[in-house]
């Protein structure tokens, strides 16, 4: 993104904006930083203050900045089979009771990549990745199934990644 489009960006957009949850309020240049480091995420911060129209260090103070306040990470991605983790799922999980205690306590486990409340059939999905099939029984039906407030869960069990991307931008 150059800094032509980073101009081009719509009024409200321009002067700043507030996240739909209610976090920092991000102008247009913080939009472009994110969506350049999405793109990738270890290009410098000279080349991306040339696309945003800013210096090397104003870059360095905002992507800190956004760091800070939690709005991006900066993190290398792996592909789980290649670093030994070779099965994952997603499990849905149905609750009784209070769902934010549960979703804490999942969140704690290390193999729970990924924990969202929903609304739907599932209070809960949890994205786990296991070593093997042994682990992921060992974590759906001792671990998982253990929390206290659990009620059941269905597990969809990876057969094959086909499209995993961070590169949504900044709507």
């Known amino acids: 993104?150059?800094?032509?489009a980073v101009a081009s960006r719509?009024?409200?957009q321009?002067?700043?904006r507030e996240s739909r949850n209610g976090g920092p309020r991000l102008d247009a240049v913080s939009l472009a930083i994110i969506e350049q480091l999405q793109e990738d995420g270890r290009r410098p911060y000279a080349a991306i203050g040339k696309a945003v129209g800013?210096?090397?260090a104003a870059v360095r103070q905002r992507v800190q900045k956004l760091l800070d306040q939690g709005v991006m990470q900066i993190v290398?991605?792996?592909d789980p089979l290649t670093v030994?983790?070779?099965r994952q799922a997603m499990v849905g999980v149905n609750v009784e009771g209070d769902v934010e205690s549960v979703a804490e306590a999942l969140s704690a486990m290390s193999e729970c990549e990924y924990v969202v409340m929903t609304a739907g059939s599932f209070d809960l999905m949890v994205e786990v990745v296991?070593?093997?099939d042994d682990h992921l029984l060992e974590v759906i039906n001792r671990r998982i199934r253990a929390v206290p407030g659990?009620?059941?869960t269905e597990s969809f069990v990876y057969l094959k990644l086909k499209k995993q991307t961070y590169m949504w931008g900044t709507r």
């Open 14 to 16: 321009k002067d700043s």
């Open 54 to 56: 800013l210096s090397e």
């Open 10 to 12: 719509s009024a409200d």
């Open 84 to 86: 030994g983790f070779r």
């Open 130 to 132: 296991c070593e093997d």
């Open 1 to 4: 993104m150059h800094s032509e």
């Open 76 to 78: 290398a991605v792996t």
């Open 150 to 152: 659990v009620r059941s």
